[in-house]
């Protein structure tokens, strides 16, 4: 196994010009063999739970609405009942 340890940015020939001095004809293949295979699908990662900022942001723009009249607030029962 070998690796490969760069410090300087490299063009795409300049890349290519390295492994080609670098590397075997079957090291070559079989990077390119793997260069080929589709990507794996990611998963996607798991939506983080709201933060206090989130919910006080979140907060103080319902407020703003309701002192433009824009919204109605929810009543304190209402509240209640939904936790």
Same mark, same amino acid.
């Given at each position: ?10 063009? #795409? $020939?300049?890349? *290519?010009?390295? /492994? =080609?001095?670098? !590397? ?5 293949? @079989?990077?390119? &063999? ?14 983080? #739970? $709201?933060?206090? *900022?989130?919910? /006080? =942001?979140?907060? !103080? ?5 309701? @002192?433009?009249? &824009? ?13």
């Amino acid at each position: 196994m070998h690796t490969l340890n760069l410090t300087i940015p490299l063009t #795409l $020939p300049q890349l *290519a010009e390295l /492994l =080609r001095t670098q !590397f075997s004809a079957a090291e070559r293949q @079989q990077l390119v &063999e793997l260069l080929q295979q589709p990507v794996p699908k990611a998963r996607r990662p798991k939506k983080p #739970l $709201p933060s206090v *900022a989130d919910d /006080l =942001r979140e907060a !103080f723009t319902e407020l703003k609405q309701y @002192q433009r009249g &824009e919204t109605q607030l929810q009543t304190l029962d209402d509240f209640l009942k939904e936790l």
